[in-house]
């Protein structure tokens, strides 16, 4: 038997086989918006850049390259409104699961210390936490209800509802922060899809911090804006002493991002057109499926305003009893109690074009059963 410290969940998408398996046997073939990996191509100028870096053979730096930081600090100021972020206090790291998980480790967290997460969340937040033997705790929105702690994390644009923190509930949560003494870390890769026209700002944003960063993380992925999952390009920013203290256990350990990936992160970064497309393409996509599972009876929650899915309910009808419905239409989707939702579905985007259509069309057609 496993140490206590190490009995972790099952691994969700494990318990999603037998339903994959009837979605599959659908004759048009199974139309799989269960998990939000990217499927439309790299940018083109993102190709080029791996090949002009291809000539790579000593070890990449763990802190990353100068200009990466210098570009990731830039980033910040620019596409986030963070002017106190500085390349002291940023990092490149291999995808941002892994930096999920191993933050309360890299952190210095242990048995007895709490580590609070959204009551619906990315499950890899508790996982963190119980690896060092610290105990997850799961919180409302409100600050004034929450225990005393010694690391938060927040999700916003959140996975998988797709909810948004506005600038007041950030200051909220600073200000309980720096009074209980706890870290808090702000999961934001989804902050360049929004669809409501509003923002979602970070917690390093002069407006939220006062351009005060102590205490204060940011944790960001370029695989969703620019389709980049396949190259683990990810990066952390914030509290240039926290930021520290994680990159001394990461040279330890030889947590490194290749050097042709951070040379890719950098062109990445400097160029906003490929993310404005990609958002334009993944809004169609949204727009025929809310319109299309409206029409079967299942409400899309109003409050879902940004990020890669749709999250939906129906009257009398809990979270697997949607999906195995779904499922007999040969639609895959993420049942809620993944995330800690008994009642809701998550929805993905991405899918191609021709994946949506046959989903609207069964949709349209054969789901009667919704009814």
């Not at 998408?13 to 499927?39: F, M, Q």
């Not at 119980?130 to 959140?158: E, F, H, I, K, Y």
């Amino acid at each position: 038997m496993l140490p206590r410290a190490l009995e972790l969940p099952v691994f969700p998408w494990d318990t999603l086989v037998s339903v994959k398996e009837l979605a599959g046997r659908h004759a048009g073939g199974i139309v799989d918006l269960s998990i939000g990996t990217p499927i439309d191509p790299v940018p083109s100028f993102v190709r080029q850049a791996l090949v002009g870096a291809y000539d790579c053979p000593g070890y990449p730096p763990v802190e990353g390259l100068p200009k990466l930081r210098e570009q990731i600090a830039e980033w910040y100021r620019i596409r986030r409104g963070a002017s106190a972020v500085t390349a002291t206090g940023v990092i490149p790291t291999v995808g941002s699961k892994e930096l999920v998980a191993g933050l309360p480790f890299y952190l210095g967290l242990r048995a007895g210390d709490r580590v609070l997460r959204p009551k619906v969340a990315y499950p890899t937040y508790e996982v963190g936490a119980r690896v060092t033997g610290a105990t997850p705790v799961a919180v409302g929105p409100d600050p004034s209800t929450w225990p005393s702690a010694q690391m938060v994390w927040l999700n916003s644009p959140s996975n998988p509802d797709g909810r948004v923190y506005s600038v007041e509930q950030l200051r909220k949560i600073v200000r309980w922060a720096r009074h209980h003494g706890a870290i808090v870390v702000s999961d934001e890769c989804y902050a360049e899809l929004v669809w409501d026209g509003s923002e979602a700002p970070s917690i390093l944003e002069d407006r939220v911090c006062d351009r005060d960063t102590t205490g204060l993380l940011s944790v960001y992925s370029l695989s969703k804006q620019s389709n980049l999952a396949g190259y683990r390009a990810a990066f952390m920013a914030g509290d240039p002493k926290l930021v520290q203290t994680v990159l001394g256990i990461r040279k330890h350990c030889g947590a490194m991002v290749p050097g042709p990936i951070q040379q890719v992160m950098c062109a990445v970064l400097a160029d906003t057109e490929h993310v404005a497309l990609q958002r334009e393409t993944y809004l169609r996509r949204r727009n025929k499926l809310l319109a299309a599972t409206a029409e079967v009876g299942l409400s899309h929650d109003p409050e879902s305003v940004a990020g890669l899915y749709l999250w939906l309910s129906a009257p009398g009808a809990d979270a697997w009893k949607i999906t195995e419905a779904l499922a007999k239409l040969g639609i895959l989707v993420a049942p809620g109690t993944f995330y800690g939702d008994e009642t809701h579905v998550r929805m993905s985007l991405t899918a191609s074009d021709e994946r949506i259509a046959a989903a609207e069309y069964r949709l349209g057609k054969e789901a009667v059963i919704l009814r």
